[in-house]
């Protein structure tokens, strides 16, 4: 099993990527701290062979937070699922509605991120994964001007603990998908007031792969990023690329690497893996996009 003998913390783990998440971590051998404010929903977890153990938290609440990390000293992996989607444009963005997006999908991340990270820096060891989205940094989407603004924030707050941290064992990186299959996102395609199947056809006409994601995909991505598998990687926002860009990268020798799919202009100035970027030749790689 590939987490075997860690010991994780999944907030927001009674449904959807959270839960999802979870079962999967405990069934990879870890044995999980599954939190949420919904009671019922830990109950229906089940216990997964006694590795999953379930506890209420508001990740709101700073306290509680401070109390958690006090009484459980050690967690080898932190998955920070929280997130609460405001719908529309910076016009019908409130100030409770701009607080209440950065208490619930940033503020959260930051103290748990911290707490976290002081119990990892004396072990020398450990992995934090913080869900983002596609709308944040990333990409900007239509009526989710709140909600972008935070996902940019945690993807920002990620690369900025990974840079501080990542030389003490400290690993943090971020997830960004595009629309996942989950509860919440049913309860918004039946919110919508428009015929369910185009609601739903819609959601899927935007996606990057052309289809919605499965939370069971997202936990795929969390279990490599929190197993030993990944020990080399941190400060890293995974996305998926198709159709975002035919993404061309061009080191000053002249060599070439070039991605599948299509972009619309955008520049990215991070490093693709697979580029040569070790040894005494190390250059500079320059990036440009490509319109197919
Ligand atoms: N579903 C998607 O399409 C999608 C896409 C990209 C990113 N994400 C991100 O993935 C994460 C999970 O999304 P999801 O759609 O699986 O979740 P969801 O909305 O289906 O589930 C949310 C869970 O959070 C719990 N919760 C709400 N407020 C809480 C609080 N204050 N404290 C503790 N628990 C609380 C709820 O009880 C529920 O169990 C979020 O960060 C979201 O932004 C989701």
Redesign the pocket.
């Known amino acids: 099993m590939r987490l075997s003998g860690k010991v994780a913390l999944v907030?927001?783990?009674?449904?959807?990527?959270?839960?999802e998440v979870a079962l999967s971590f405990a069934r990879e051998g870890a044995r999980v701290l599954a939190?949420?404010?919904?009671v019922e929903?830990l109950d229906s977890l089940g216990r997964s062979s006694g590795r999953l153990e379930s506890l209420r938290?508001?990740?709101?609440d700073a306290n509680a937070i401070a109390e958690l990390f006090q009484d459980r000293a050690h967690f080898d992996i932190v998955f920070n699922?929280?997130?609460?989607?405001h719908q529309g444009t910076i016009l019908q963005c409130s100030d409770a509605e701009w607080r209440r997006s950065f208490d619930?999908?940033v503020d959260?991340m930051y103290r748990i991120c911290r707490a976290a990270c002081l119990l990892k820096i004396e072990r020398r060891r450990g992995s934090i994964i913080n869900?983002?989205?596609?709308?944040s940094s990333v990409r900007g989407v239509p009526n989710r001007f709140a909600?972008g603004a935070t996902?940019a924030a945690v993807i920002g707050l990620t690369k900025a603990i990974a840079a501080d941290f990542a030389a003490s064992g400290v690993r943090c990186n971020a997830i960004?998908?595009?629309?996942?299959r989950?509860?919440?996102?049913a309860q918004r395609v039946a919110a919508s007031g428009g015929d369910p199947d185009q609601v739903w056809k819609s959601y899927e006409a935007r996606q990057p792969m052309g289809r919605l994601?499965e939370?069971a995909e997202i936990a795929a991505l969390a279990v490599y990023l929190a197993s030993d598998e990944s020990s080399f990687t941190a400060g890293r926002h995974s996305f998926d690329r198709r159709r975002l860009g035919k993404l061309v990268a061009i080191n000053r020798t002249g060599e070439r690497e070039r991605a599948t799919g299509k972009i619309r202009g955008a520049r990215y100035g991070h490093r693709r893996p697979g580029l040569p970027a070790a040894g005494r030749d190390r250059r500079p790689v320059r990036f440009v996009t490509r319109k197919s």
């Open positions: 907030t927001t783990a009674g449904q959807g990527i959270g839960r939190t949420d404010v919904n929903a938290l508001d990740v709101i699922c929280a997130g609460y989607v619930i999908n959260s869900m983002s989205s596609l709308a909600y996902k960004c998908p595009g629309t996942i989950t509860p919440s996102l994601g939370p």
